[in-house]
């Protein structure tokens, strides 16, 4: 008798002691493919983001080129560089909604065009025109800022208002320096517009990662 109790004893130890590690073992496996489920969706997030700020760099930069050259490619290439500030504001419907979505994709409008008139200014010499349009152009950065630090409570307003302006200054260095015919410094300009537009992506995809964790 006490031969078969201990041995049920043995077996029912057994039991509970391997069960509870096999399933803590398979919810580890679970949490851990959770895990890499999310990382995968914040890095595509993330490379897509930078996809789209580079965009911004290269066709503001072959915008800026056929403005100041005259080029009948001109307004085609404005219709493609505004519809990547179109392709922003779709970037971001998936956390903030349709109507922010379409109110960012227009302020980043107005900052191209605003550009355009101070890259069209500065090629006719109009310095009145050029103040202006230079005036609202910084004004616009500073409702871009306003805009996405009030949808996001993880974006440094002082940050990204430098930012914002960072890239109007390397946008005009890039203006100017054609305008000189001074390629050396037109590259230069280029390629820091182009690395600070990908620091950038990576502020703002971080700071709408961190808001909606669940998403991720």
Known sequence: MNKYFFRYILVFL???LIFPAFTNAEENK???HQTQQISQKAAQFKADMRVLWMEHSLWTDKYIVSTLAGLEDQEK????LLRNQDDTGNAIKPYYGEVAGNKLGQLLREHILLAGKVV???KSGNQADLKKYNAEWFKNADDITNFLTAANPHYNKKELNEMMYTHLKLVTEIAVARLKKDWDADIAAFDKNEAHLLH???FLSN???KQFPNKF
């Open 77 to 80: 290439v404005l219709a493609r």
């Open 30 to 32: 679970q949490a851990v």
């Open 207 to 209: 700071g709408i990662i």
């Open 200 to 202: 950038m992506a990576d």
């Open 120 to 122: 069209a200014a500065a």
């Open 14 to 16: 057994t039991f509970v």
